[in-house]
């Protein structure tokens, strides 16, 4: 785009310009049941980008606390979550359409019907169809450490993002953080620490012991295996 000055000129001569995203799409081999699953119960437990601002009392046919989770793989972890919790409503965003497949299959499985999802940018379904003040909990669970120096900036947990994050938040919510990197669980806590509007839980000021609504994933005892600490970082929104 060196040509152009902005973006706006790019897109009036014509020229796509890749927009910044929450995320990197890795593509993988969709299997049969994944395929069948997301044909079978996409049509009621999906949700779209285009459908617009949700209204969660009509969503879910009733009135409960909302957990929102972003990027939740192949999804056991969170069905396990809606299974253990089912005073709650659960959203799940994915980007890998395996994941979203998986998910669906499983929620089937288990019988969990207190479950939706979005196969799209998270980004964009918190600015455009998650409505401020809506959510008791958020969910980052083992994100894409960016563990090299020069992509740090590339890592979700960013002063920005947390801002963005904080105005779903109902007073009193809580942004719910895990990962298996060290150097990420530091920068998770340095970014928090100084957010506007929310306050640490741990008692010693920085990390929590796993709370028992978050199940051990395959990340986790991956982690173990390798001789990696697990961190978890509980932040509630105060104002």
């Known amino acids: ?100 497949g998986a998910c669906l299959g499983e929620a089937a499985e288990q019988g969990v019907d207190n479950l939706r999802v979005y196969e799209h940018d998270a980004v964009e379904i918190l600015a455009d169809c998650i409505a401020d003040g809506s959510l008791a909990r958020m969910q980052l669970f083992f994100p894409d450490p960016w563990h090299k120096t020069r992509h740090h900036k590339r890592r979700i947990v960013q002063p920005e993002f947390v801002q963005k994050l904080r105005s779903k938040l109902a007073i009193g919510g809580v942004f719910h953080m895990a990962t298996d990197w060290e150097n990420y669980a530091e920068h998770m806590l340095e970014v928090m620490t100084h957010a506007e509007g929310y306050r640490n839980q741990s008692e010693s000021n920085d990390y929590v012991p796993r709370p028992e609504q978050r199940p051990l994933t395959k990340f986790e005892q991956r982690g173990h295996r390798l001789g990696h600490g697990v961190w978890d970082l509980m932040f509630e929104r105060v104002s």
Not at 72 to 83: D, H, N, Q, R, T
């Open 1 to 100: 785009m060196s040509q152009f000055k902005n973006e706006q000129e790019a897109a009036a001569a014509g020229v796509y310009v890749r927009k910044i995203q929450s995320f990197v799409k890795r593509e993988g081999r969709l299997t049969t049941g994944q395929a069948k699953s997301i044909d079978k119960y996409w049509p009621t437990m999906g949700l779209t980008h285009k459908d617009g601002m949700q209204d969660f009392s009509e969503t879910f046919g009733r009135v409960a606390p909302v957990v929102l989770e972003i990027g939740f793989g192949m999804g056991k972890s969170l069905v396990e979550m809606a299974k253990n919790e089912p005073d709650k409503d659960f959203i799940g965003i994915e980007v890998h359409r395996p994941g979203v």
